[in-house]
């Protein structure tokens, strides 16, 4: 038995915040229809193949003495398909069936946290559901695991060359992370949190301590599809030279900060932990909120701001794998209480247009839809960008502590404020519709 990695840590820590019966939240899902030709045996052979090369997907949990969790890597075992015959066979008995499945917590003590659904139609394999605990995977895994399976389903019979360092699995890097090698990274982690909790409080929610979360049915989800207003993006992204989600991430912060006009706040971003080699090809859960602190000058120029901003957030995400513990640890000691993430910025875009709009008057406005969350809850406000060629911001929102009318005009703003900026080069913060709130 072996102790976590920092990645699955902070996600087992966050389940046991919350009700067993709703950790089935967090669980991530896939469905693919599959190609003509594949059969039973073409899956269990993939399948095999990809449990004897990842050991997270062959690992159970266990509470451990002293509330220390420890992970038990197994052998592969026999057979890991679920078949289920189809009624109808078409693509929505398909979908409710992974829904169902997705619906059951994984124990992660008596299971390995992993449901492969095959789907078969008068013997024939029709769809492919995947169903995952995030404490065996994060989003970046499982597409890696689908690319491994896409590749298996074509050359069944092969063993796919492996590119740089081969990577045991989360055992080494928790090894690692708790050795000397990784003394200084432990340090400037614990000196990060300290700045920030000492330093910029204003941006914790009042009176508040981490604790459960409202449930998916307590919560609303707004959405504001960009559309072509996307290009405004990367139109100032490009005059101010800085990647676009630093754009993004400015505008958002404002926002979030004139909720409560403070002039400091602190904003939680989801850093990936995936920056360098040999972990940046692990499969496992490595993603951890980190806080990043940020200061409001109404009067000074957005272009600053957003190079400011963007500084803030990569310097975040160098220090965002760290012991969740222990930074509960330090928070207690400063705070009184653990930190509660206000509001959280996840980026999860694939892309972003390549071409810069250059009349945002010629463009629609977008509109911003309302509707129930599907998300889990990592923070009261957490914020999802997502998209390609066109980019959606989606906020999921306790409408306890963030309703749907500031939501709505939080995620205005964000538009209202791109049309701002790329028709005044020389804008201040004031002067925006994220800081002023005249949408």
């Known amino acids: 038995m072996e102790p976590l990695c920092y990645?699955?840590?902070?996600?087992?820590?966050?389940?046991?915040?919350?009700?067993?019966?709703?950790?089935?939240?967090?669980?991530?899902?896939?469905?693919?229809?599959?190609?003509?030709?594949?059969?039973?045996?073409?899956?269990?052979?993939?399948?095999?193949?990809?449990?004897?090369?990842?050991?997270?997907?062959?690992?159970?949990?266990?509470?451990?003495?002293g509330g220390i969790p420890l992970q038990i890597v197994h052998d592969a075992p026999e057979s890991v398909l679920e078949v289920l015959e189809l009624e109808d066979?078409?693509?929505?008995?398909?979908?409710?069936?992974?829904?169902?499945s997705a619906a059951r917590p994984f124990t992660f003590t008596d299971d390995f946290g992993w449901r492969h659904l095959v789907m078969v139609r008068s013997g024939r394999p029709v769809f492919l559901g995947l169903v995952a605990g995030h404490v065996v995977v994060d989003a970046w895994a499982m597409r890696h695991l689908e690319s491994e399976l896409r590749w298996l389903f074509r050359h069944?019979?092969?063993?796919?060359?492996?590119?740089?360092?081969?990577?045991?699995?989360?055992?080494?890097?928790?090894?690692e992370q708790r050795s000397p090698a990784w003394k200084r990274r432990r340090a400037m982690a614990r000196d990060h949190w300290d700045r920030v909790?000492?330093?910029?409080?204003?941006?914790?929610?009042?009176?508040?301590?981490?604790?459960?979360?409202?449930?998916?049915?307590?919560?609303?989800?707004?959405?504001?599809?960009?559309?072509?207003?996307?290009?405004?993006?990367?139109?100032?992204?490009?005059?101010?030279?800085?990647?676009?989600?630093g754009v993004l991430l400015a505008l958002l912060a404002l926002g979030v900060a004139r909720l409560d006009q403070a002039d400091r706040h602190i904003v939680w971003v989801m850093s990936s932990n995936r920056y360098e080699p040999?972990?940046?090809?692990?499969?496992?859960?490595?993603?951890?909120?980190?806080?990043?602190?940020?200061?409001?000058?109404?009067?000074?120029?957005?272009?600053?701001?957003?190079?400011?901003?963007?500084?803030?957030?990569?310097?975040?995400?160098?220090?965002?794998?760290?012991?969740?513990?222990?930074?509960?640890?330090?928070?207690?000691?400063?705070?009184?209480?653990?930190?509660?993430?206000?509001?959280?910025?996840n980026y999860a875009a694939t892309g972003w247009p390549a071409r810069a709009a250059d009349d945002p008057a010629a463009i629609p406005r977008a509109r911003v839809e309302l509707g129930?969350?599907?998300?889990?809850?990592?923070?009261?406000?957490?914020?999802?960008?997502?998209?390609?060629?066109?980019?959606s911001v989606q906020a999921h929102a306790d409408p306890a502590v963030f309703p749907e009318q500031t939501v709505r005009a939080l995620l205005i703003g964000l538009e209202e404020s791109l049309r701002a900026a790329f028709t005044d080069p020389r804008i201040d913060l004031a002067s925006l519709p994220s800081w002023s709130g005249s949408q």
């Open 7 to 65: 990645g699955q840590l902070s996600v087992w820590r966050y389940l046991e915040r919350n009700p067993r019966d709703s950790w089935a939240q967090a669980n991530l899902t896939r469905l693919h229809r599959l190609a003509d030709g594949v059969t039973l045996r073409d899956l269990d052979t993939a399948f095999t193949t990809l449990w004897g090369r990842y050991e997270t997907l062959r690992t159970t949990y266990d509470d451990g003495s």
């Open 89 to 100: 066979g078409g693509a929505e008995e398909a979908r409710r069936l992974v829904d169902e």
């Open 156 to 175: 069944p019979e092969a063993v796919r060359p492996t590119e740089g360092a081969i990577v045991e699995g989360p055992r080494d890097m928790a090894r």
């Open 197 to 245: 909790l000492t330093g910029e409080l204003d941006g914790l929610v009042p009176g508040s301590a981490a604790g459960p979360l409202a449930a998916p049915a307590d919560r609303f989800r707004a959405v504001l599809r960009l559309g072509a207003a996307s290009g405004l993006v990367t139109a100032l992204a490009r005059r101010y030279r800085v990647f676009p989600q």
């Open 278 to 345: 040999p972990w940046n090809g692990l499969v496992t859960s490595m993603n951890q909120r980190v806080p990043m602190s940020v200061r409001m000058d109404p009067a000074e120029p957005l272009s600053a701001f957003v190079r400011r901003v963007q500084e803030s957030a990569v310097q975040a995400c160098w220090n965002g794998s760290y012991d969740v513990d222990e930074m509960s640890r330090l928070a207690l000691r400063l705070l009184g209480s653990d930190p509660d993430s206000g509001c959280l910025l």
């Open 372 to 391: 129930p969350s599907d998300r889990p809850a990592p923070a009261k406000l957490y914020l999802v960008v997502s998209g390609a060629d066109t980019i």
